[in-house]
């Protein structure tokens, strides 16, 4: 099967989760007012931050692994079309069936007939944003397929009928009360006396996991890594279910992103390093699942890998906006995002949110589909000093509010603005108009889109030139 990587397309609409239903500035004034929202997220992503400080203090390199997880994944990017090849190669000889999707349709659809081929009618899920990406569990439900989320958090924000608001922390919105009463509801066979104590609740949830994993035989993953030299995928979790799921089904069915590639073991050094203490402040994962293909008699039997573009290409065809590809998903330039700490997640639309969202998200969709998100940060750069990959978010959101299309009227301001400043003359009389408006906070129509977030600043009692002339 021939790849197709070099015809860039971006992620098609009407399917999966990239796109949201409002513009990012409507949906945080509505979210800014959640007060349990904000406390949720103050106290959860000061924690993260506290711990992944501390663990990130112990290593004296840690810039140093930084250059080089920037330096790895720029040059996988510079041969990712011949890494995958190598990839296919591989998995193939190792018993593995590999399938490439252009997009969420055909990778939906492909994942669909595999479950369907083995005559099953529920899966058990891993954690994944690649999945969550497509919107697969959207896709099984209606072909008759019911998807079972392993990762608590993903469980309970199934449950919830909910979406993701964090992409280590999906339920990081819901506080345990909450999580109880949706327990309470939606959980076969919970105990009616069961407690907001987090541990009656994680009993609660692995009573109900543990008898769901011997009873599925089809697993649907995602993979943090796959490496090129010996066909092999890596999923890195926290509580063991990833491993369940990896181990005990008949059938294995993967999704990954074609940027998760790294060429050989060597290079996972560096990212097993920095993943798990810039997302949970944690030295090392607990669990580490890695698998190359089929053993016989030993997991597994039918195993199966999805590489996804749905937009990648298109990324990677910008030669400024591709550094979005780099991203390792755990999520530190979001727990550190003065935005994201005030708005949660869903303002964003997409199944990716925060600083990485706002640049992942409109790329993949068309810059079009996603206008608002390159504004939806105060460009602080805080994002870019946490990135374990040294990804310079700051600057590609600069980047992608140049591509975004502006309303007209902001076009004839910034059009006379130019004009203005061009002409000497015409410029003073309008710093020395600007003296009257000195009371002005807003805007008036058409240009009052500038002032409806923000006040329109005094202008200073003396120009620069007026100031310069008395010297």
Request: hydrophobic share 40%; aromatic share 6%.
């Amino acid at each position: 099967m021939t790849t197709f990587l070099g015809m860039p397309a971006t992620a098609p609409r009407g399917v999966g989760n990239l796109r949201g239903d409002e513009p990012f500035p409507q949906a945080a004034r509505r979210e800014l007012g959640n007060a349990q929202l904000r406390r949720n997220l103050g106290h959860a992503t000061t924690t993260i931050r506290r711990k992944s400080g501390a663990v990130i203090s112990e290593l004296p390199d840690w810039q140093e692994l930084r250059t080089a997880g920037s330096a790895l994944k720029a040059a996988t990017m510079a041969r990712l079309p011949e890494l995958l090849e190598q990839l296919e190669a591989n998995v193939t000889a190792a018993g593995g069936v590999v399938h490439w999707a252009a997009d969420a349709n055909e990778a939906n659809r492909i994942v669909t007939d595999l479950v369907r081929a083995t005559g099953h009618q529920r899966v058990i899920k891993v954690k994944s944003m690649a999945t969550q990406e497509i919107g697969l569990n959207e896709a099984l439900e209606a072909a008759g397929i019911a998807p079972v989320e392993t990762d608590l958090a993903e469980l309970i924000v199934q449950l919830g009928h909910d979406r993701p608001s964090h992409i280590l922390v999906p339920a990081i919105h819901r506080n345990r009360s909450e999580i109880r009463e949706i327990f309470l509801r939606e959980m076969p066979g919970v105990d009616p006396g069961l407690t907001d104590e987090p541990a009656e609740l994680a009993a609660a949830a692995r009573r109900y996991l543990r008898e769901t994993f011997l009873s599925t035989k089809v697993a649907v993953s995602g993979a943090n890594f796959a490496i090129a030299e010996t066909g092999t995928l890596a999923v890195l979790e926290s509580e063991g279910n990833g491993r369940m799921c990896l181990t005990l089904p008949d059938t294995l069915i993967t999704v990954m992103g074609i940027e998760k590639l790294v060429p050989t073991w060597r290079d996972l050094e560096v990212f097993l390093q920095l993943l798990p203490r810039s997302s949970t402040g944690e030295r090392m994962n607990p669990y580490t699942s890695m698998w190359t293909g089929v053993t016989p008699g030993d997991g597994p039997q039918n195993v199966h890998l999805v590489l996804l573009d749905n937009g990648r290409t298109a990324v990677l065809a910008d030669e400024v906006g591709r550094q979005a590809l780099h991203c390792i998903r755990c999520s530190a330039c979001m727990n550190v995002c003065p935005v994201y700490e005030r708005t949660g997640g869903h303002a964003y639309g997409s199944v990716y949110p925060g600083p990485i969202g706002a640049v992942l998200s409109p790329q993949l969709t068309g810059v079009a589909d996603n206008a608002s998100l390159p504004y939806a940060s105060s460009l602080c750069g805080a994002c870019f000093d946490a990135c374990p990959v040294k990804i310079d978010i700051p600057s590609l959101l600069v980047h992608l509010r140049n591509e975004v299309p502006h309303p007209r009227s902001e076009r004839v301001a910034m059009a006379a603005a130019a004009y203005t400043m061009d002409h000497l003359a015409l410029y003073t009389r309008a710093q020395h108009a600007a003296k009257l408006s000195k009371h002005v906070k807003r805007l008036p129509p058409p240009f009052n889109g500038w002032t409806a977030s923000r006040d329109l600043p005094p202008p200073p009692p003396e120009t620069f030139r007026d100031w310069w002339a008395k010297r």
